[in-house]
């Protein structure tokens, strides 16, 4: 089938220049691709990419790996839709595996229709098969089951079950720090091994990825066929779609008043709208400014059902061409298919700018699309760019004289960089893995695998299931996001009461207690999901998985099943720093009269947590 039908068949439009281009190179080669896509949001580099692997007449064991969860929801609800045309026009079934480690949904596409499989051990066996980088990690280096640490190698590397793997990574530029030497020293491994790959990236410098073949459309001939093409897409539309607003607000308060009142100036209820804020905790005051309209909430603190619930409805209005009004963090930019009318955003750093900007008028059949930015300062604990770049950024928006141009910010943007421990940690795994250098055994036994920052994650819950005693609306937060700061420590804490820094009431009641949790395996054919109370001594924080679990008379203070988690409860004192291990005490012990229990000048606890601190 040539690639037109394809396309129509399966995505129901026509391919762009983009798509045709990679199309031909992924068959003009020796049946191994390995080749860097370089193109600007809403240029249909997913369908790009995956849509000649599903054609491939050699079976495909598709992996596609995203830098986030929030990334997740929205491609499988895309991958699914995929899936159904291709079965309802006879081309395919396909079986979908979506899989976030803790949590694992599966789905088979048949006769036009995508069903749940309710069998969740998937293995990496199906045709299609989306995570984040760090599960991918965790299953490449073989951890879990003793029996999934021998088939998750096997199957990202080998044929087995008749399909060759095609790896995907999308919105590559989304690494920093740890995962983005992660995923390069991934990149060169897999080049390495001979394995098909394809790296999809806006911004990433294409340096990181040179040995592979770039398919570039932002430079180049490749670039102005593209722009002819998006031209003649957008002849409806008038020069002055994207409209900037500066405005000079700086405080939080009057930022998300600023925020509230745009909304409602340009509300409509046909219109498709997303707020932005850079907090949740503005995100929930502009909720309560706005909530007689229903707004739809998108933040990193949201449950992967309650991500999933809103994801479905965005897709549902957008296909019915019906208004939205999300209210939405940063998690909302990268990867989201979404086709908004407006945009309203607090002024943010140009990256995410640029990055927002394309969920914008993606078609580009829309006559009055607007981007509105509120704000004339970039809050400190979230900007990239000092006073002076903030002032020369602003007059760079207004010099755009109402038409936006994502072109003009990319001088703003700095290359990702990585860290040299994370991939010396990496070579070590990979060297006994792969090499069978037995020296790096002890590593891996202990269960280090560093794979977004040094600091490790906590899953914070609702409670514990009566039976599994499993999670109930997980996420996953940063250890230290659990921990009070003070300035104060030893003697001058002695008088000061425990309830003004941590999540426990006077009377010693503690709004979420602290547990280890793993999976038990006394018999290695089986896991055991096995619950601990937090032990009285000092442990690592990356041995055991930590629960942090809301008791249920607060919950109510911190969790919504609109909003999700509203706040994170305080359960550990930032205590003191040996080297680089950052100390965390576990419920500080207090007197009678609520104040910490101090001894010889250190404040007394019921136990102690470590992690490195860099």
Not at 176 to 197: H, Q, R, S, T
Not at 198 to 219: E, G, H
């Amino acid at each position: 089938m040539n690639i037109n039908d394809y396309y129509q068949q399966a995505a129901e439009f026509s391919p762009n220049p983009l798509q045709e281009e990679v199309w031909k190179s992924y068959y003009q080669g020796d049946g191994h691709p390995a080749f860097l896509v370089r193109a600007g949001t809403g240029t249909g580099k997913t369908e790009a990419v995956l849509l000649p692997a599903l054609a491939d007449s050699v079976q495909r064991r598709i992996i596609m790996v995203l830098p986030s969860k929030a990334l997740i929801e929205d491609m499988g609800e895309r991958v699914k839709k995929i899936g159904e045309r291709l079965s309802k026009n006879r081309l395919c079934d396909l079986n979908i595996t979506v899989d976030m480690g803790g949590s694992c949904r599966r789905f088979s596409c048949r006769h036009g229709k995508a069903e749940a499989n309710t069998y969740p051990r998937h293995l990496f066996a199906d045709d299609v098969i989306i995570t984040t980088l760090d599960k991918f990690l965790f299953r490449l280096f073989g951890y879990g089951e003793k029996i999934k640490s021998y088939i998750f190698p096997h199957r990202v590397f080998g044929s087995s079950l008749g399909k060759r793997p095609f790896v995907i990574f999308d919105e590559a530029h989304e690494y920093e720090g740890v995962a983005f030497g992660n995923f390069i020293k991934l990149l060169e491994a897999l080049f390495i091994k001979g394995k098909d790959l394809c790296v999809m990236s806006a911004t990433l410098p294409p340096r990181f990825a040179s040995f592979l073949t770039s398919i570039d459309a932002t430079d180049g001939s490749l670039a102005e066929q593209q722009a002819v093409y998006q031209e003649k897409a957008m002849k409806m539309v008038s020069q002055d779609k994207f409209l900037s607003h500066i405005s000079s607000l700086s405080f939080s308060k009057e930022i998300v008043a600023g925020l509230a009142h745009r909304v409602r100036e340009h509300y409509n209820g046909s219109k498709r709208i997303i707020a932005r804020t850079e907090f949740v905790s503005d995100l929930i005051k502009l909720y309560d400014k706005l909530k007689e309209f229903n707004p739809l909430i998108y933040h990193g603190r949201l449950t992967s059902r309650q991500r999933r619930d809103v994801i479905h409805k965005l897709i549902e209005c957008q296909d019915k061409d019906q208004g939205f009004l999300v209210l939405a963090t940063s998690a909302i930019e990268a990867g989201c298919d979404i086709d908004a009318h407006l945009i309203v955003t607090e002024i943010c750093n140009p990256d995410s700018l640029v990055q927002l900007a394309g969920r914008l008028n993606r078609k580009g059949v829309m006559n009055d699309a607007e981007l509105v930015i509120v704000g004339d300062k970039i809050k400190p604990i979230v900007s990239c760019l000092d006073k002076d770049s903030v002032k020369t950024y602003l007059d760079d928006l207004k010099g755009m004289n109402g038409v936006f141009d994502p072109d003009e910010l990319k001088k703003y943007f700095d290359p990702p960089k990585g860290d040299w421990m994370g991939e010396i940690l990496f070579d070590m795994l990979w060297e006994y893995v792969y090499e069978g250098d037995l020296t790096s055994k002890p590593l891996w036994d202990r269960g280090i695998l560093v794979t977004r920052s040094w600091e490790p994650s906590v899953t914070l819950c609702t409670g514990l299931e009566q039976e599994t005693k499993l999670p109930m609306n997980p996420v996953q937060v940063g250890i230290s996001r659990l921990a009070a700061q003070t300035n104060k420590w030893g003697e001058n804490l002695k008088n000061e009461k425990v309830s003004e820094y941590l999540s426990v009431e006077d009377d010693g009641t503690w709004h979420a207690e602290v547990h280890r949790a793993f999976f038990n395996a006394d018999r290695w054919e089986e896991s055991r999901w096995s619950v601990y109370p937090f032990p009285e001594y000092r442990i690592s924080a990356y041995e055991k998985t930590v629960l942090c679990v809301i008791g249920e008379e607060f919950t109510h203070l911190y969790f919504d099943n609109v909003l999700g988690y509203k706040r994170i409860p305080k359960v550990f004192l930032r205590g003191y720093k040996s080297g680089f291990e950052r100390i965390l005490q576990h419920k500080p012990l207090q007197k009678r009269d609520g104040t910490f229990k101090v001894e010889n000048k250190w404040v007394k606890d019921s136990g102690s947590i470590w992690y490195l601190e860099r």
